[in-house]
């Protein structure tokens, strides 16, 4: 059975930090290109950051840029997501995520649209 199991989410105090784990089972992790999203009530769900099959390539979107490094050991079967510097707005539900770089939809990890498979998510609560 094909799984991804994200953790690592808290409740955590403005400025504080969190390291989100994306653990893979049933397949190979290094296969895909892996992207976080998250997601709060009533909004879409928001692509953050994403790394291409080896870690070659990263990308983050600007509001997490400089705060958010993503990385992955395939050996593991594993990704992350460090979250340093974690504000309010950061609240939200984290997905993990992967895409075939074969896919016709996947140009570049970049490409959010091309990731159609899903853990169930983690909640990440910034609060004071």
């Known amino acids: 059975q094909l799984k991804l199991v994200e953790s690592g989410g808290a409740l955590v105090q403005p400025g504080g930090s969190l390291r989100l784990s994306c653990a893979a089972s049933g397949f190979a992790l290094g296969d895909y290109a892996v992207a976080w999203f998250r997601q709060t009530p009533g909004k879409e769900r928001e692509g953050l950051s994403c790394?291409?099959?080896?870690?070659?390539?990263?990308h983050y979107i600007e509001s997490v840029k400089g705060r958010f490094a993503i990385s992955r050991d395939n050996a593991k079967n594993t990704a992350y997501l460090q979250m340093n510097n974690l504000k309010p707005e950061d609240t939200a539900v984290y997905y993990c995520?992967?895409?075939?770089?074969?896919?016709?939809?996947?140009?570049?990890?970049?490409?959010?649209?091309?990731?159609?498979?899903w853990g169930q998510g983690t909640q990440v609560t910034v609060s004071s």
């Open positions: 790394i291409s099959t080896w870690g070659e390539n990263t």
């Open positions: 995520a992967t895409a075939d770089p074969l896919s016709k939809r996947y140009s570049y990890c970049s490409s959010y649209q091309a990731y159609d498979s």
